[in-house]
């Protein structure tokens, strides 16, 4: 297909610089396996899943016949007052893969929504045990916790705050960042070690400025992922858990990027031990090909919420979305669910991160303008050093020529990162690094 065979101009295409888009388009038509065609028909490996969300590949059979099948027995109904077989399957696999008694599943349509809806069981949650005062949120900086307003207040991405600051949530605070680009510059599979205690800062000044009894959650990527794949330092996590535990308060997880595998175990929360009280969820969990999300909630939040004398005629939270468990999204992410235990595809994302962590590192450290390497899971990440007066173009310009040279990468900020499919063979590994290598080189 010739570009011109169609028309670019309504699509406003989202995180994107569309006046350069429209110079050089980038449309893809076609995808299998490790790999997407672009609308002149050449061939580009899918080094970023697809925006961390195709885990098993493209074009998977199983997956796609279970959404016909499911188009052809129940396309749509609603789940407001009633529900249908393939939410609660859904449900039921997501919630024997989560940790502890995490248990019950709300659905919706994105990680943005997930993060909202968070939010909102926290703030129910306070309210239904007679601490409705615990309305303050603590999230960190460089944080991604989606779009929404709720999400854009937690989170910690200046460019997602910078021009909506006047409708964000007002009783919001923010940790400190989990990156030391001094003694933890180049991560290699393990926890940096921290000569402070980053945690010192909630603790001493944060908890006491607004009172512990008035913070209804604190809300973290385990591994900060839009950022540019910034690792937690040894033991944060679990300390962590154990200050919110201390005063009350709730422990939320965004595991949008970190769900379903990409730590080689089924949620960052496996991979670290820690259980928090709420994790978000979408990407991953059907392949990318429907869109789904959720919330999954300890036991203690949704019996909280059970136990109210209101009639029971009365909702208990008012909450949901048009699409909340659709039957379409819920029967891809069943066949998803299937195919990932099937051929053991977690624990090859944890195989194959190594593999891809190894190249990093054996590759990339020491090429101009490189000044960090982190690795863990199956995603990988270079720091370079930035253009002086234009942060981020030096990264930008790579990722283009990466394209060019059938490599899909991702920029944010100055890091380029590479988190591909689980089905990754060493020869995709490669040429990913390989092609990024080269590019680095020539922009230097």
């Known amino acids: 297909m010739a570009y011109n065979d169609f028309d670019t101009g309504n699509h406003w295409l989202p995180f ?10 980038r449309v893809f038509v076609r995808a299998d396996g490790m790999h997407l065609t672009t609308h002149d028909g050449r061939q580009v490996i899918d080094g970023i899943s697809s925006l961390w969300c195709v885990g098993a590949g493209h074009n998977r059979r199983e997956i796609n016949e279970a959404i016909k099948t499911q188009l052809d027995t129940l396309d749509y109904a609603t789940t407001f007052q009633a529900s249908n077989d393939r939410a609660f399957e859904a449900a039921g696999m997501i919630a024997a893969l989560a940790p502890g008694d995490l248990n019950k599943v709300l659905f919706c349509n994105s990680g943005s929504e997930a993060v909202d809806t968070a939010l909102k069981v926290a703030l129910a949650y306070h309210r239904a045990r007679g601490e409705g005062h615990r309305n303050v949120f603590i999230g960190r900086e460089r944080g991604y916790h989606g779009v929404g307003f709720g999400g854009i207040s937690v989170g910690g991405i200046p460019a997602n705050r910078k021009a909506f600051g006047v409708a964000m949530l007002p009783r919001v605070d923010h940790m400190r960042f989990i990156h030391d680009p001094v003694d933890n510059a180049y991560i290699h599979g393990k926890d940096p070690v921290w000569k402070e205690d980053p945690l010192l800062e909630l603790e001493q ?76 969820f979408a990407k991953c969990v059907t392949n990318g090909v429907q869109p789904l999300g959720g919330v999954v909630c300890r036991d203690k939040l949704y019996d909280q919420m059970m136990k109210t004398d209101a009639p029971e005629h009365v909702v208990e939270f008012f909450h949901g979305y048009t699409y909340s468990g659709h039957p379409v999204a819920c029967a891809a992410a069943v066949a998803t669910l299937q195919l990932y235990q099937q051929h053991n595809l977690f624990q090859r994302a944890g195989e194959m991160g190594k593999v891809l962590g190894d190249a990093f590192h054996s590759t990339l450290k020491g090429l101009p303008n490189v000044i960090g390497i982190r690795s863990l899971g199956c995603a990988s990440a270079v720091e370079l050093a930035p253009i002086a007066g234009t942060p981020g173009k030096r990264a930008y310009d790579i990722f283009l020529d990466c394209f060019k040279r059938g490599a899909w990468v991702r920029p944010a900020g100055d890091v380029l990162v590479i988190a591909p499919p689980y089905i990754v063979e060493k020869s995709h590994i490669e040429q990913l690094v390989g092609t990024l290598a080269e590019s680095i080189r020539r922009h230097a």
């Open 16 to 25: 994107t610089p569309n006046r350069h888009f429209r110079k050089e388009p």
């Open 205 to 280: 000044r944060i908890l006491p400025l607004h009172d512990p009894s008035n913070v209804a959650a604190v809300i973290v990527e385990p591994v900060a992922g839009s950022a540019g794949w910034y690792l937690p330092p040894q033991g944060y996590l679990k300390r962590l858990r154990e200050i919110c535990d201390k005063h009350g308060i709730l422990l939320i997880f965004d595991e949008v990027i970190t769900g379903f595998g990409r730590m080689g175990t089924p949620f960052a929360a496996d991979f670290y031990g820690v259980v928090p009280d709420m994790m978000t």
